[in-house]
């Protein structure tokens, strides 16, 4: 096959995620849509935290203190004193915590007490990512995008700083450096997954079966392990260029909206596939999970701002 042959192949490839990238050209994204979106994820972190689950010893028991487990003292030592103390006072501490953020949530909700609400968000998001998720795990060496890092809140802080009134007005883009965070996001998750404890097949394989989904998607789940671990490597070394290469486009104008395409695709699959759903139907889950509080970036990315320019938009359009 020829040079010329192999470029026009490529071409004709990334039509079909250029065209989903242009595919909502009139839809603005605005301070206040992220307002609105990051209220809904508090509003539902807030309801699963007042899951029967959650309001006995079990909770602190079986989710809290585990994610001390395997990690160095600073986070373990914190994680587990936090996990002995809600367990000895499960509802006493527990309706305040929900509480909290179902405040947060409704503050987002109406546009009075939407700033106030995003800057407390920040100090909480931080709280709940050191004693509730052991900084997910980043800490331990072992974690990944697959495992839930860099974590759900560490995004809810992220997209509380880009929906931060400018100026006083919230009808306006989101923050310019998104794209940046974006960036970081895939490129991270690229180093995090070629960290010696992640960068084999077997690794990759038991994280997938990490999580037991219903008993169709854990078919899948074993049949995509499997296949994993049998091509070992090479397998991640693919899933790691995949990762870089999303978080490097988005360093570019002209790319960055595929990347946002790209990255959906990829986010939404991991959610489903690694992150089983955020376990949301089992009761005792307390957020979505990181996949699908990333794609709002996506979204964002897609739909606002850093899209390319509408003359190149058009110049696409003609020419496919």
Known sequence: MST???????RGAALPLRRLALAVPDVRVTRRSLQLVVGLFWLLDGGL???PFMLRTSFARDVLAPVGDGQ?????????????????HPVAWDVPFASIQVLLGLGM???????????ASLPWALGVWFFGEGLSGLASGNASLITGA???????????????PRRGRSDVLPARWLPLVWAAFWIGAAVLQALPMNNTGA???????????????????ASLAGWVS?????????????EALIGLAALSRRTVAVSAAVGLLALLATWVVGQDFGQLYT??????????VATVMAGALLAGHYRRPREYADRLRRRT
């Not at 909700?109 to 800057?119: C, E, H, K």
């Not at 860099?150 to 931060?164: E, F």
């Not at 049998?230 to 995949?242: E, I, P, R, S, T």
């Not at 009761?283 to 699908?292: E, I, K, R, V």
């Open 203 to 221: 690794d990759v394989s038991s994280t997938l079966l990490a999580f037991g989904g219903p008993s169709r998607l854990a078919s899948f789940q």
């Open 283 to 292: 009761g005792q889950a307390t957020d979505p999970n990181t996949a699908l």
């Open 72 to 88: 160095p003292q600073f986070v373990a030592g914190p994680v587990h004193w936090a996990a002995n103390l809600i367990a000895a």
């Open 230 to 242: 049998h091509h070992g490597v090479a397998a991640v070394v693919v899933l790691v260029a995949v």
């Open 109 to 119: 909700l109406v546009p009075r007490t939407a700033r106030l609400a995003l800057a």
């Open 150 to 164: 860099p974590g759900s809140v560490v995004i809810y802080g992220v997209l509380a700083l880009a929906a931060w």
């Open 49 to 51: 935290q007042f899951q």
């Open 4 to 10: 010329t042959e192999s470029i026009d192949k490529l």
